[in-house]
């Protein structure tokens, strides 16, 4: 285990709360924001330890696990099966992992009393797709969501809030070139998507394959920074 993992707190397991996670270690006291980062599939939440490190100290940062467990010490949000026609999804699992994390969201908020505005979500592939959901479905929930290699899904449509609701939400969008899992068409219907919906957003591409990249990671952490 890399020391970075040994900057997050043991999991947290509790009625409470609708997911297991871990918090990035110093804990603020008083935090004046909260960031949610979320890992992709058959991953786990101490995936993003290196990101999450990153953050600013006065910020609680919140490293939830997927609810569905694929394999010993592998979790997910939703099944996926990659095809040649392009990924296809269990969409019931998608959903449900959506609802639960905006109910996790607000356990958040009202466990640490943190503001829907000082809360952004963020993630990896599978954990970035759940973070552009949630955002883009309950824009009142955060302020802000990063998809970090990852897409926003067609399945989202019915679920898309108005214009109106979504006016104040801001956007990251990081995607590698040649992302041989989720090619970079999916950041470039991103993109197109969000000024469709006039959402503020920042998109990024980076020479690299399906990952985080250290310049994806700095110029993320650098928005983030940003953001208040």
């Known amino acids: 285990m890399s020391s970075l993992h040994n900057t997050l707190c043991p999991l947290q397991q509790s009625v409470d709360f609708g997911l297991a996670f871990r918090i990035k270690q110093p804990q603020p006291a ?5 960031v949610i980062l979320l ?29 569905l467990e694929f394999a010993p010490g592998q979790f997910g949000w939703f099944r996926v099966a990659f095809t040649t026609a392009g990924p296809r999804i ?20 009202s466990a640490y009393g943190i503001a829907p505005q000082h809360t952004v979500i963020a993630g990896f592939s599978q954990g970035g797709i759940l973070s552009a959901s949630v955002a883009l479905s309950a824009p009142e929930s955060v302020a802000a969501f990063g998809v970090l290699s990852g897409r926003i899904l067609p399945e989202l449509q019915p679920h898309l809030a108005d214009k109106q609701r979504l006016a104040t939400l801001r956007a990251f969008i990081g995607h590698g070139e040649y992302d041989s899992k989720l090619p970079v068409v999916w950041a470039q219907r991103s993109d197109q998507l969000l000024t469709e919906l006039e959402v ?21 952490l650098e928005w983030l920074q940003k953001l208040e």
Not at 30 to 34: D, G, H, R, T, V
Not at 204 to 216: G, K, N, T
């Open 200 to 220: 503020e957003h920042l998109t990024r591409l980076y020479p690299i394959d399906h990952s985080i990249s250290p310049a994806m990671q700095a110029e993320f």
């Open 30 to 34: 008083q935090p004046k924001a909260c």
């Open 39 to 67: 890992h992709g599939v058959g991953g786990s939440e101490t995936n993003l330890a290196d990101l999450a490190a990153g953050i600013d100290p006065d910020t609680l940062v919140v490293l939830p696990r997927g609810p």
């Open 90 to 109: 269990v969409e019931s699992e998608a959903e449900q992992s959506r609802l639960t994390l905006i109910r996790f969201i607000e356990q958040l908020q």
